[in-house]
DNA sequence: TAGGCCATCTGGTCCT
DNA sequence: AGGACCAGATGGCCTA
C-alpha cells in the first residue's frame, strides 16, 4: 500500500484542477479561498488577454499553481496520515477481538470489526453480570456486600468496586486473558456473516470447556443470535450471504 | 462482470 | 489561520 499522493489509484494533477473547476462556486473557506483566487487566475489563462507584464504574470502564475499543489498536497497528507491512524487503531481492535488471527485467515472488514466488537462488548457486560449473579449466590448473606459492583465501606464509583474474586476476571483486557480466566468463553463462534469468503477456521472450543449456568454459550450450538437491537443498516450490510441473512432474520 | 471493500482526494464545517 | 473531522466522489483490487 503505497500513501504516496503519486498513487495511481487517485486523483491526477488533472483532477485536482476539475474539482477546482466544478466547485469554484462553493469554496469558502480560506485555504479553499485561496485556492479559488488561484484558480480563478488559472482559468483566467483561456480568454488571456495578454498582459503587459507579460514575463512577470508568467511567474506569478507559476508561483501561485506550485502553492496550489504544496497546499493540496500538504492538506492531502495530513488526511492520509489521519486514516492510516483510525486503519492503526481498526487493527488494534481486530487485534484484541477474540477472533482467529494469522495469515490465513483474512482480515476483518472495517464494518465486521465494529459490529463484532459491539456484539463482544455486550456479550462480556452479559457475562460480566451473570458473574455477579453467581457470585451473590454463592455467598447467600453477604449477597449485599458486593452486589451490583459494590464493595461494602466503599460509596464511590460502585462501576470500578467489585469482589477480589472477580477482580482478575474483570481487569483483563486481552481476549486471551478474558479466555483463561473465563473458561467458558475460550472462544466465540466467527462471525460468519461478516466474513469475506476466506473459511475462517471454525473456532474449536477447547477441552476445557463447559456450560456456564444463564452465561451466552460461545459453542456453536448454543450461540445465541446477535443482541436485539443492531441496526444492520443495508449499506454496511450488503455483503451478507443468504444463509447468514436468514440468520439474522 | 457485478458488487464489496478500500485508499485517496476533495470541499465544507467546526474548533482551537 | 491552521488543523481536525466528516462525507461524497472516484478508481483500483478482489471475489463470487
Redesign the pocket.
Known sequence: ?????S?????SPD??GM??R??LN???????EL?QKMTSEHLSRHGEKTSPGGSKYKLKKQVTEQEIQHL?L???????K???DL?LAMDGLREVMPYAHGPSVR?L????TLLLARNYILMLNSSLDEMKRLVGEIYGGHHSAFHCGTVSGHSGNPAHQVHPLLGSALSSSTSSTITTTLPGLTSIRAPHSLM???PAPPLQLGSGFQHWAGLPCPCTICQVPPPPHIPISSA?M??LTSENKDVMK
Open positions: 500500500m503505497h500513501s504516496d499522493s498513487s495511481s489509484r487517485s486523483s483532477m485536482v474539482h477546482i466544478d466547485h462553493s469554496v469558502s473557506s480560506t485555504q479553499n485556492l493540496r500538504k492538506i492531502n497528507g495530513r488526511e492520509r489521519r486514516m492510516h486503519n482480515k472488514s472495517k464494518i465486521a469475506k469468503s476466506a454496511g450488503t455483503r
